[in-house]
């Protein structure tokens, strides 16, 4: 496959982490390779998160989803509202405060186009 076949849909959780999910968005937004679509996730959060959400869905409304838990409904059926409305054909998966070093997606790309067998990839952490 070639690199445009890859469309990369990104999903973003978060629950009350609107300082930290700004980063965690602006990390996505500033990959080397562009994702397909970024889908934040709210889980219901009451502290400014889903305003902020909304403004980048404004800012790239071709790019950006939101999705919005009315309540509090835990990390793993937030995640899968998300993985829900997906439209790419590779998921990567980010914690609202947590970052995408900037050539995250492209490396995976790269690791995917030289084992074409191969389902998916994932990475390590860096802590601190």
């Known amino acids: 496959m070639q690199a445009d076949d890859y469309r990369i849909s990104v999903i973003i959780t978060s629950y009350n982490k609107r300082d930290f999910l700004i980063e965690a968005m602006d990390s996505v937004i500033g990959q080397t390779f562009r994702p397909h679509e970024i889908i934040v996730a709210d889980d219901g959060s ?15 409304p071709e790019w950006v989803r939101g999705i919005f838990q009315e309540h509090n409904v ?55």
Do not use: C, H, W
């Not at 009451?46 to 404004?58: A, K, L, N, V």
């Not at 995640?79 to 405060?97: P, Q």
């Not at 995250?104 to 994932?122: C, E, I, N």
């Open 46 to 60: 009451g502290d400014g998160s889903p305003e902020t959400i909304r403004d980048y869905m404004t800012r790239y």
């Open 74 to 128: 835990g990390i793993p059926r937030n995640r899968n509202s998300a993985l829900r409305a997906v439209t790419g054909n590779y998921v990567g998966i980010l914690d609202g405060d947590d970052l995408f070093l900037p050539d995250t997606l492209g490396k995976q790309v790269a690791a995917l186009q030289a084992t074409p067998a191969a389902g998916g990839v994932y990475g390590g952490f860096r802590r601190g």
